[in-house]
């Protein structure tokens, strides 16, 4: 360089070990920002957004959030045995140590054994005695469940939202009936209302949840308990199940046409021994749909039915072999509804299974759910593999939800004395997640195991397609 020393040039010239250091940390760098969490597009942050307030938000209320009561452990809903484990001080128990909700806010008898959640469906002028007992609906595929052409069918009844009927009105309700701090329910005294943002963003959370569209029925099911259980529900002069619960979903067909969810008077009312009632307990007669009430409620999906329940809006039957013998009994064959179904039959009768082919139609129940079990917990366990170095909390959180789904799977097929094969297949998937989640560093292998279990497990209960 003319005008300068060739000490002052060398002093210009990188050293060989600076310029090796700075290659090792530039490709560090680049290292750590490919691990960096991607940014999330529009509607995934959107979905985000409404977790986080699903689970977390109290909106000035008493402590009670919307997973207070549909647990993510508890698919989305709630029983008396996750109940008994919970702390005395969590928000579902504010009626026992708020003194203001002391009365008329909840029945804790009643919520602790059976699941019962008080709801004033009819209006607030008269606690004391205008109210309902309700178990806690699952929120899982309500993409596919809430949709009639009268409008959207939300709750037990299809009425379990104010206004339009719709999600984000259903959160309106649910803030004003189980979040407020005293029964004046008093809008920015006892609770603020949810910002039409935050409506937007729970509801895309909770239609995100669980399936995104209805089986094709007939599956390619292994087992003949199944496989005859499927051939009962799909048998209109049978089983009869496919009429109200189309491809063992929500929507309902008469006639061949598919004319979304509806209500039903199916006499669950008239069950004589309903458990909450021999407590003595008072508990008014559920009037169903609207007010005053038409006694209907409206149809769930059978999906996911088998690890949802107890059963029915009033949590009266335990088991789901028991909810299916229900519609082989009087209450529902004297009911509108089996009335009906019988007058469509020749022989002028409902439904009249016996004991094999209730248990049958249950078992195909239990494998469907099976099988959403397994779909859910690859879907979650695919996610890890995606997730950077960077996203350990939300690979942990994933391979939580995934054992969740397995264990389910476990007991839904296991109770039923169903695919012992599958089981063990499952109880290996269980244990290859758990070592996932205390990976440093071989994460994403036993998280590859797990899927493969799973796959196992899967081609147990359904012929793959070739």
């Known amino acids: 360089m003319p005008g300068h020393s060739s000490a002052a040039r060398a002093r210009r010239v990188p050293k060989p070990r600076f310029l090796a250091a700075l290659l090792v940390a530039s490709t560090g760098l680049a290292a750590i920002a490919a691990c960096q969490p991607k940014p999330l597009d529009p509607k995934a942050a959107l979905i985000a957004r409404g977790r986080d307030l699903f689970f977390n938000e109290t909106f000035g209320g008493n402590g009670r959030t919307c997973g207070t009561c549909h647990r993510q452990e508890e698919n989305l809903t709630l029983t008396p045995a996750f109940i008994a484990t919970l702390p005395k001080d969590d928000p579902l128990f504010v009626a026992e140590f708020v003194p203001a909700l002391a009365q008329n806010f909840e029945n804790p008898r009643l919520m602790r054994e059976f699941g019962l959640i008080k709801e004033n469906l009819d209006g607030f002028d008269s606690l004391a005695t205008r109210f309902t007992m309700r178990g806690i609906p699952h929120t899982l595929a309500l993409g596919t469940s809430v949709q009639s052409p009268a409008g959207p069918r939300t709750g037990w009844s299809g009425d379990g939202a104010p206004a339009d009927g719709s999600l984000r009105s259903f959160a309106v309700g649910a803030v004003i009936q189980h979040f407020t701090k005293t029964l004046d329910r008093v809008a920015d005294v006892d609770f603020r209302l949810p910002t039409d943002e935050e409506l937007d963003a729970l509801e895309a959370f909770?239609?995100?949840?669980?399936?995104?569209?209805?089986?094709?029925?007939?599956?390619?099911?292994?087992?003949?308990?199944?496989?005859?259980?499927?051939?009962?529900?799909m048998d209109n002069a049978v089983g009869k199940c496919n009429i109200c619960h189309s491809n063992a979903g929500a929507t309902t067909s008469l006639g061949g046409n598919n004319i979304g969810n509806t209500n039903f008077n199916t006499g669950v009312e008239d069950l004589p021994d309903q458990p909450a009632r021999l407590t003595g307990e008072l508990v008014p007669r559920d009037d169903g749909f609207r007010t005053p009430g038409d006694s209907t409620f409206n149809t769930p999906p059978l999906v996911e039915a088998a690890d949802t329940g107890p059963f029915f809006h009033n949590n009266s039957v335990e088991t789901i072999e028991g909810a299916v013998a229900f519609y082989s009994g009087p209450a529902f064959n004297r009911s509108p509804s089996g009335r009906f179904l019988a007058s469509t039959d020749p022989k002028k009768v409902g439904i009249q299974l016996d004991a094999t082919q209730t248990v049958q139609v249950a078992a195909f129940l239990r494998v469907i759910n099976g099988l959403e079990n397994i779909r859910q917990a690859l879907a979650d366990l695919e996610e890890v593999e995606g997730?950077?170095?960077?996203?350990r909390a939300r690979g942990r959180e994933l391979l939580e939800r995934a054992n969740h789904e397995t264990d389910d799977g476990i007991q839904v097929l296991a109770g039923g004395g169903l695919h012992p094969e599958a089981v063990t297949e499952l109880v290996k998937a269980r244990e290859l997640t758990r070592r996932a989640a205390g990976s440093l560093f071989n994460r994403r292998g036993y998280t590859g195991d797990a899927k493969a279990a799973q796959a196992r497990a899967r081609a147990r209960l359904i012929q793959e397609a070739p």
């Open 387 to 391: 997730l950077g170095f960077f996203e």
């Open 206 to 233: 909770q239609l995100s949840l669980g399936r995104q569209a209805d089986l094709q029925l007939p599956l390619p099911l292994k087992g003949v308990v199944a496989q005859r259980g499927q051939a009962i529900f």
